[in-house]
């Protein structure tokens, strides 16, 4: 009876006492598995190109297992969460915040299954204490207050972090043969994935400024996946006696994409930009060549034109100045699409001053043509050159009227 009530009076006590051993048997047994046992195996996984825009590029994780101690661990870097506040308008200024996610390999491979990209393994061969640090590192910066960052296309996303969690574990033990081509611009690495999405090329040409036309050095380049696991294959690792051994000891496919038949080419082509645009100056040159006869300037014309290019000419400035992406400042479509447009081809088309006119045409053509040697040097003219050729005829053609003119145009009237 005593000791029944003695239970009673102190149930509440042992169960505090029996959680508090249960916690710190976790404790111990979280900090006993921080320690890798020699079966660890530490791999660099690349996923391939997805059909959709934000897939293009592919993916690197690092896949750390270790089946003695149940470490199943694969660390992505380029995750975000749709369900954070104002995410547009977060995406669209370059502050939304992309964080590390961690997750068994069954997990990915599913994932990649299901959207049918091939999966490939690099076994790495480091030493004990260069898998030990690696881990330790992928650990510390998966805890909730170090996972998020500022993700940066170029220069800081899914690629580049495990390139340096991976460089940062080696130290100067790791080195990089340099055999990715180091001829090519941001830009042109850019355009070689994203070649079969016309829309989504013409708007990220236009949207990213001369940052994306600096020539890429190999270590750069690997902020594509494929170019890392291009680098990692032909990497060397120095060992503590002295010698060199490839950092990669075996290479495995983890899964191969169903090859998918290919959409029809007239069909893509009828969809495409190129098109589209070649459409509108047909249908430009034709209103054109009938203004002209009619001998009626009909500005209504450059207004819709002109005053949709400087539309988007705000854009870009905005892209410019108002977020932080790192990579559209300095952008030169602003001479194709002059966000001086807007308002200015209202005030110039109703001022009717042939001497205004031919300037403010002239200085557009100057404009359009700077652009056309930039864009065609660094051969980015995809989607948008009929456009620019439809903005360029209409603006010599009414630079030549008003150099000719001698008396006031009769004007169709908006």
């Not at 320690?35 to 750390?64: C, E, M, R």
């Amino acid at each position: 009876m005593n000791l029944s009530l003695l239970f009673r009076g102190n149930r509440k006590g042992l169960v505090r006492a029996f959680c508090l051993l249960h916690f710190t048997v976790c404790i111990f047994h979280s900090s006993f598995a921080q320690s890798l046992s020699p079966q660890a195996k530490v791999s660099l996984i690349t996923v391939a190109p997805g059909p959709d825009l934000y897939s293009s590029f592919g993916h690197n994780a690092i896949w750390i297992s270790d089946p003695m101690y149940g470490i199943d661990r694969v660390y992505n870097y380029g995750a975000f969460n749709f369900r954070e506040g104002n995410f547009y308008v977060k995406f669209l200024r370059g502050t939304l915040p992309y964080y590390v996610s961690v997750q068994p390999m069954m997990n990915q491979l599913y994932e990649a299954q299901y959207e049918n990209r091939t999966v490939k393994e690099q076994i790495l061969n480091l030493s004990a204490t260069q898998r030990q640090r690696l881990y330790d590192l992928l650990e510390t910066n998966a805890r909730p207050e170090n996972r998020e960052y500022r993700y940066k296309f170029f220069y800081d996303n899914c690629a580049t972090r495990p390139r340096d969690m991976l460089a940062q574990a080696c130290g100067d033990s790791l080195r990089f043969a340099n055999v990715v081509d180091s001829t090519k611009s941001y830009r042109d690495w850019m355009n070689q994935y994203i070649s079969n999405q016309a829309w989504a090329r013409m708007g990220m040409n236009l949207g990213i400024g001369y940052p994306a036309d600096v020539t890429a050095s190999s270590w750069q380049a690997m902020y594509l996946p494929d170019n890392v696991y291009t680098e990692a294959d032909h990497a060397r690792l120095k060992t503590a006696n002295g010698q060199e051994t490839p950092l990669v000891a075996n290479s495995l496919m983890l899964f191969r994409a169903v090859t998918v038949e290919e959409s029809n080419a007239f069909l893509t082509y009828l969809l495409s930009p190129d098109f589209f645009f070649a459409v509108l100056l047909v249908l430009v040159f034709l209103i054109t060549r009938r203004q002209r006869r009619l001998k009626k300037r009909g500005f209504w014309l450059d207004r819709l034109l002109f005053g949709f290019s400087g539309f988007w000419g705000w854009f870009l400035v905005f892209l410019w100045f108002g977020t932080d992406h790192g990579v559209t400042t300095w952008n030169p479509a602003l001479l194709f699409m002059m966000p001086l447009h807007m308002p200015l081809i209202f005030w110039v088309t109703r001022q009717g001053n042939p001497q205004t006119i031919r300037t403010y045409f002239l200085l557009t053509m100057v404009f359009l043509v700077l652009f056309f040697l930039y864009a065609f040097f660094q051969d980015y003219l995809y989607g948008f050159n009929f456009f620019l050729l439809t903005l360029l005829f209409r603006a010599f053609y009414h630079y030549r009227s008003a150099s000719t003119q001698t008396e006031q145009p009769t004007y169709a009237r908006s």
